[in-house]
C-alpha cells in the first residue's frame, strides 16, 4: 500500500517564525488533504491540494504531485498553532505519522 | 452551517455493553467513512460507505458493525465492546470522485471500554 512519510516529526518554535512541513507518499495519488488536528482532538481542514499551490492567510501549502510530496507552510506562528499536522493521501484518506508542533510566546 | 456531526463526543463503558456511536452529515454526500485514532498507529479506517446500503471494510473492521439505510447517516455498532476498543473515532464525508475527494471530519468520540 501506499507509504506517507512526515518530517520532522517535532517541531517546537517561538511565535512570529516561520516553518515548512513536509510529506512524502510513495506512489501516484489522487487527493491530498493537509488537516490540523487542536490540543482537543478534533480534525481541521486545512487544504485539499492534490496539486498545485494554495494560500489560507498565515498558511499555504505546495504539492508537486510527479515528485510525490507535498510542503505546508506556516508564517508568524501563534500560540494557537500548536497541535499535530497530519498529511492524508488516496481517496480511503491514508494518513501519516503528523509533524507536532509546539509554539511558544 | 456545512457539518458532520457525532453522538455522543464522550463514552465510558464497559465490556460486552452493546453501543452505538451515530454520525450524520448535512452535506448530501455519498461517501462516508468510520476511523479510529490511537497512539503510535496513528488514524486507520474501519468501514466506509459508497452510499445507501453499500457498505464496506476498511483496514480495521474486526469488532464493528455499520448500516447505511439513510444517506445522511452512518452509524458505528459495537456489538461487544471490548478494552482494545478504547479509542479516538472519527465520522467523515465527501462527495464522489469526479467531484472532489476532500473528506470532512466530525469532532471525534473519545470512547473507554474498561
Known amino acids: 500500500g501506499i507509504q506517507v512519510e512526515q518530517s520532522p516529526p517535532d517541531l517546537i518554535l517561538q511565535e512570529g517564525a516561520n516553518s515548512t512541513l513536509r510529506c512524502n507518499f510513495s506512489?501516484?495519488?489522487?487527493?491530498l488533504q493537509w488537516f490540523h488536528q487542536n490540543p482537543w482532538g478534533q480534525l481541521i481542514n486545512l487544504f485539499y491540494i492534490p496539486s498545485g499551490t494554495k494560500q489560507n492567510g498565515r498558511l499555504s501549502a505546495t504539492t508537486v504531485a510527479t515528485e510525490r510530496y507535498s510542503l505546508l507552510y506556516i508564517s508568524s506562528s501563534q500560540t494557537t498553532d500548536s497541535g499535530v499536522y497530519f498529511c492524508a493521501v488516496a481517496s480511503k484518506l491514508i494518513f501519516g505519522t503528523g509533524t507536532r508542533l509546539q509554539v511558544f510566546p | 452551517e456545512a457539518q458532520v456531526t457525532q453522538n455522543p463526543r464522550y463514552l465510558i463503558t464497559v465490556t460486552g455493553k452493546k453501543l452505538t456511536v451515530t454520525c450524520s452529515q448535512n452535506?448530501?454526500?455519498?461517501?462516508m467513512s468510520w476511523y479510529r485514532q490511537d497512539p503510535g498507529l496513528g488514524l486507520r479506517q474501519i468501514y466506509y460507505s459508497m452510499n445507501v446500503e453499500v457498505t464496506d471494510k476498511g483496514d480495521v473492521p474486526e469488532g464493528y458493525k455499520v448500516s447505511r439505510k439513510e444517506k445522511r447517516n452512518f452509524p458505528l455498532i459495537l456489538e461487544s465492546p471490548s478494552p482494545n476498543q478504547t479509542s479516538l473515532y472519527f465520522c467523515?464525508?465527501?462527495?464522489?470522485?469526479?467531484?472532489?475527494?476532500?473528506?470532512?471530519f466530525g469532532p471525534g468520540t473519545r470512547l473507554t471500554v474498561t
Open positions: 467523515a464525508s465527501r462527495g464522489l470522485a469526479g467531484r472532489s475527494y476532500e473528506q470532512y
Open positions: 506512489d501516484s495519488v489522487n487527493n
Open positions: 452535506m448530501n454526500h455519498e461517501y
